[in-house]
């Protein structure tokens, strides 16, 4: 009897005795897999406040004051909103009752309180009944191993709010104007201060003691100063030299060191620290001094607490260490990590699950289970716990975690286990399908409360003429979408930095960062230009790849067994199934990637539809324009007239209050952020198309727009 014949056998009586039961088993946990869907689909539309938590603020930062903030029509109902914004993807900021208990640096005021919650310029809410501490926009409570943290959520960075003489309109979906650097400076102040000040310790221990989250005085002390550490080590790894301000953050940058500091293996790191030389050439550490950092730090997963170990010994006053200050320290950071210095505005989040490619530069596929490495390679940004550890499995190829990352051919391969939430990141993402963008609330509209708009009636005429502009100098890269078109396919149509001219920072550094591969080190990766083996110096493109694959192929392991596996497999499954985008290639005007330069197709931005670009100020990927009608105009060179109208060099940021006739933030008349557009990263250069300056895709240079025209042309895009 053939071996197939065996088997065959072998099957049939494990069915004939143990089928009915195996039927029975499956059909019981498919039952539950409805029933636990179903249960999720009713909890989405519990919390229906009637202003979905949003309130109103009568002395506001930077003087625009506001009333209780109005929704548009954006397919989102009251319970659609409350359920984006305070869903958990798995970010661990800081304890829960830590966050609540924190006292201000300069006050005895809380630390989260509301003037200071719209200085960072995130937006405050009132108590919901998913939001029972009156959390910010995106600020919510994660679970994760028997522990309750403060995290974000993605509402925190993409959703947006304009204030028009008085009247607050917020956007669901559009970019925030929060400033987190300095909130992430502030919040590590505030927790040296309640560490090192004895008037604030006791009252911070007073307060956190009676939440029950610590057993003792002594255990809230020791997780006070591990937490400041944490946060303080944070910042030193992200400390950029260009000043990212309200509404910006190199998001890439910021991802790329979080992954690069649980990759990279101690032999790496050792190599680092041997090589790590200052201003002057001279080595930075002795051999002995090496050894005596390394002692302690594991021989294969480089975790967070071990490199925090690191960062401590090089700050300490241990005999035979050099203590290094910042400057020092910024200098060995770039030895391990990349400076994140290439800030970009907030994405808009309306047609993100109907597009093609994803990102400023176009880097995230979003067919198949791309929009699930997305969204993970995102929260393992913000503050997502890694728990990452080596295991050695008895078959790796087996191992569908290593596989996916490229690891099944080593002994040894790194546990993805993550407080990343894939169930709620899969939720959150089909939740943007049915959002829509906003229209314009012009004075001859309706709003759904019976309301008029509040803003100027948009001057159909002018905007007549403005719509033949738009066809001529601007369609042949922005698609002309409908709204409300379920099946719309939102193709990115990318341009070379060589032809679009504008800043190069973000899409240069996607490309050039590199890193230790760590144990992805001579794993076979996917490209656009196909398999390449990824050396010890590898692309960060590559490295965060590998890992949001391990992590994504990783099952919640906080969750009882059976349930997780079912909860992946649902993943899975909807990620294909679920997903109408398929592979395809990128459109548009861009160098294509070679086996030289896998990654070189990078070296682009992409234009995408402008449906709703009115309330998406400011402009151009990196924010370095403030309104639409300042986009319309040249960037002032060498020998141009005086007389002229130019790109502002300079303006204020931080007020939301709207200007409708340009269309933007206002960006004079008060005390904000001078923004300088100065400088790589902050450059304001190129998309000249209105300005006669930058060829169209077919290379023809068309005659600068006069005033009137800019006018018309403004007027038009308050329609899309």
């Known amino acids: 009897m053939s071996r197939l014949a065996r088997l065959s056998n072998v099957i049939f009586v494990l069915f004939r005795h143990y089928g009915r039961r195996l039927l029975a088993a499956m059909f019981t946990l498919a039952v539950l897999m409805m029933l636990t869907l179903a249960g999720g689909k009713i909890y989405q539309h519990i919390d229906r406040h009637p202003d979905r938590g949003a309130m109103a603020l ?238 302690g730090i594991d021989q294969s997963v480089v975790t967070r607490d071990q490199f925090m170990l690191l960062i401590e010994r090089l700050m300490s006053d241990a005999e035979g260490m050099p203590k290094l200050g910042l400057k020092h320290l910024l200098r060995l950071r770039d030895q391990v990590f990349n400076e994140p210095n290439a800030p970009v505005s907030y994405p808009f989040l309306w047609d993100t699950a109907h597009s093609d490619y994803v990102q400023w530069n176009g880097i995230a596929k979003n067919a198949g289970a791309g929009p699930l490495g997305r969204n993970v390679g995102e929260v393992t940004g913000v503050f997502a716990s890694l728990d990452w550890s080596a295991e050695q499995p008895w078959y790796a190829p087996l191992n569908i975690a290593a596989r996916v990352s490229g690891q099944d051919s080593k002994k040894e391969i790194i546990k993805f286990r993550s407080s990343v939430d894939l169930i709620n990141l899969q939720r959150l993402e089909n939740a943007l399908k049915n959002l829509k963008s906003p229209s314009w609330p012009g004075a001859d509209t309706v709003l759904a409360n019976g309301q008029p708009g509040p803003l100027p009636a948009i001057n159909k005429k002018l905007a007549d003429k403005g719509q033949a502009l738009f066809a001529e100098y601007c369609q042949s890269c922005h698609q002309l979408i409908d709204r409300n078109d379920w099946d719309r396919k939102v193709v990115a149509s990318m341009s070379s930095l060589a032809s679009i001219g504008t800043d190069p920072a973000m899409a240069e550094n996607s490309v050039n960062y590199v890193g230790s591969s760590g144990n992805f080190k001579q794993t076979y990766q996917k490209t656009a230009v196909g398999t390449v083996i990824m050396p010890e110096q590898a692309p960060v493109a590559m490295i965060l790849s590998a890992a949001t694959a391990g992590l994504v192929a990783t099952p919640d392991s906080d969750k009882w067994w059976i349930r997780r596996q079912l909860d992946w497999l649902y993943l899975m499954a909807a990620s294909f199934f679920d997903n109408d985008i398929e592979s395809s290639v990128q459109s548009g005007n861009y160098q294509p990637s070679t086996t030289a330069e896998p990654f070189r197709n990078l070296l682009a931005y992409k234009a995408r539809p402008l449906n709703g670009i009115w309330a998406t100020a400011p402009y151009l990927h990196n924010g370095s324009v403030p309104t639409l009608y300042d986009l319309l105009l040249p960037v002032k060179r060498e020998g141009d007239p005086e007389n002229g109208e130019y790109r502002p060099d300079e303006f204020m940021l931080g007020s939301r209050e709207f200007d409708a006739a340009k269309v933007g933030f206002v960006y004079s008349g008060y005390q904000g952020q001078k923004f300088s557009t100065a400088g790589r990263g902050n450059l304001n250069s190129g998309h000249e198309y209105a300005a006669g300056r930058t060829p169209q895709l077919n290379g023809e240079v068309l005659p600068a727009l006069n005033r009137e025209q800019r006018w018309a042309l403004v007027e038009y895009m308050k329609t899309l």
């Open 58 to 295: 009568s002395d506001s930062a930077f003087g625009d004051h506001y009333t209780t903030p109005m929704y548009l029509d954006q397919g989102w109902g009251r319970a659609d909103s409350l359920w984006f914004y305070n869903t958990t993807q798995g970010s661990n900021l800081l304890p829960y009752a830590m966050f609540l208990a924190l006292e201000d640096a300069d006050s005895q005021e809380p630390f989260v309180r509301t003037e200071n919650i719209d200085r960072w310029r995130y937006l405050p809410q009132v108590a919901t009944i998913f939001n029972p501490d009156a959390l910010p926009v995106g600020f919510v409570k994660d679970s994760y191993r028997g522990k309750d943290y403060v995290g974000l959520t993605c509402a925190a960075c993409h959703t947006g709010q304009i204030n028009y003489r008085g009247q607050a309109l917020r956007i669901d979906g559009g970019p925030a104007l929060a400033n987190m650097a300095l909130f992430m400076e502030e919040l590590e102040r505030a927790l040296r201060e309640n560490l090192q000040s004895p008037e604030k310790q006791k009252r911070y221990l007073d307060k956190v003691v009676k939440t029950g989250a610590y057993e003792s005085s002594q255990q809230a002390l020791e997780q006070l100063e591990l937490w400041y550490k944490i946060r303080r080590q944070y910042n030193i790894v992200n400390h950029s030299s260009v000043d990212y301000g309200y509404g910006r953050l190199d998001a890439f940058g910021r991802i790329y060191n979080r992954v690069l500091q649980y990759v990279i293996d101690s032999q790496q790191l050792h190599s680092h620290l041997r090589t790590a030389r200052y201003a002057n050439g001279e080595r930075m550490f002795s051999a002995a001094q090496v050894d005596k950092m390394m002692d």
